[in-house]
Nanobody, 125 residues
Framework: QVQLTESGGGSVQPGGSLRLSCVGS????????MAWFRQAPGKEREGVAA???????SYVDSMKRRFTISEDTIKNTLYLQMHDLQPEDTAMYYC???????????????????WGQGTQVTVSS
């Protein structure tokens, strides 16, 4: 069974930075899609960014200026670097994965994939 474990969340002041990590295990090597989602209090879960094994990335446009997704295939680890964090970024951040390429509809398709437990990001002064 595929298992995903997030870490790196915490509490920061506005303008601060965090680097989230997601370690994957339990699956054979194959082409796959990994992504970050977030869910703020009282809001629907939304996609943030996705990346394929070949390094191709996809971003929700509103996230691209401050967030960067990357991966270390040797460590089997997904990252989300976040800069200039604002209170509206406060949310539980989740990583997700599935077999196959991400494609244009990754945010919808990955809802049926594998999920981690989430890591909390809180931005306040």
């Amino acid at each position: 069974q595929v298992q995903l474990t997030e870490s790196g969340g915490g509490s920061v002041q506005p303008g601060g930075s965090l680097r989230l990590s997601c370690v994957g295990s339990g699956a054979p090597e194959s082409k796959n899609c990994m992504a970050w989602f977030r869910q703020a209090p009282g809001k629907e879960r939304e996609g943030v960014a996705a990346i394929d094994n070949d390094g191709r990335t996809s971003y929700v446009d509103s996230m691209k200026r401050r967030f960067t997704i990357s991966e270390d295939t040797i460590k089997n680890t997904l990252y989300l670097q976040m800069h200039d964090l604002q209170p509206e970024d406060t949310a539980m951040y989740y990583c997700a994965a599935d077999f196959g390429v991400c494609g244009d509809t990754w945010a919808e398709r990955l809802r049926q994939g594998y999920w981690g437990q989430g890591t909390q990001v809180t931005v306040s002064s």
